[in-house]
C-alpha cells in the first residue's frame, strides 16, 4: 500500500507538472491564436486596400481617350484599356494575344519597331505613324521593368495627332502668307519711292 501510495504521489505530482505545461501551452496558444488573428485583419484590410487601389488605377487606365496598350517583345496585346477595346469594337479577351500590327492596317510590324527599340533599349521611344487614311498617330513607347517576371513588354501611349498636324501645316502656311505678303509690302514700298518721283516730274 505504501508504495502503492507513493507510486500515485509521484503520478499526482507528474499530472501536476503535465497540467502546468499544458496551462503555459494553453496561453501560448491563445497568444498565438490572437496574433494570428490581428495578422488576418491586417491581411483582409492590406488586401481590401490593394483591391481598391487596382480599381482606382483600373479607373484611370480606361478614363483615358487615347489608345493604352500593354504589348510584348512579339507584338502581342497583353493588355488594352476601355477606349481602345470599344473603338475596336471588341471585348478584352478578342484583343488579348492578337498583334497590334494588324489593328493599324499593317501586315507585319515595322522594321523599326518602337516597341521592341523601348525594350532593347531600356529608354522612352516616340515613333509618328500615318495610317492609309491620312491619320496621324504618335506612339509613345515605355519600357515596362518587372522583376518578378521574365518576360520582356512596353507599355504602349498611342494619341491621334491628326488634328494637330493639321492646325501646325495652316499655321506654317499662315506663316508663309504673312511673310510673303511682308515681301509684297516692301517690294511695292521700294516701287512706290521712285514712281512718286515720276509722276511728280510727268505733272510738271
Known sequence: LEVAYEEMQSQT???????EE????????DRKNTELIRANRTIIMEEQELRRAK????????????YMLVIDYNHNIMEANKYF???????????????????FGLAKPL???????????MAPVEHEMTLADGK??????????????????????????TE????????????????LGELVSGVAHELNNPL?????????
Open 55 to 66: 480599381d482606382r488605377l483600373r479607373l484611370t487606365y480606361d478614363s483615358i481617350k487615347d
Open 111 to 121: 522594321k523599326e519597331c518602337p516597341v521592341r527599340k523601348a525594350v532593347d533599349s
Open 196 to 204: 512718286t518721283g515720276i509722276m511728280v516730274f510727268s505733272e510738271l
Open 85 to 103: 477595346i470599344d473603338n475596336f469594337k471588341l471585348d478584352e479577351h478578342q484583343a488579348v494575344g492578337r498583334r497590334v500590327c494588324g489593328f
Open 164 to 179: 494637330q498636324r493639321l492646325l501646325m501645316q495652316k499655321l506654317i502656311h499662315s506663316d508663309k502668307l504673312s511673310s
Open 136 to 161: 496621324v498617330l504618335m506612339w509613345h513607347t515605355y519600357p515596362l521593368i518587372d522583376e518578378d517576371e521574365k518576360e520582356r513588354k512596353a507599355v504602349v501611349y498611342i494619341k491621334d495627332v
Open 22 to 29: 499544458l496551462k503555459l501551452l494553453n496561453e501560448d496558444l
Open 13 to 19: 505530482e507528474e499530472l501536476h507538472a503535465i497540467n
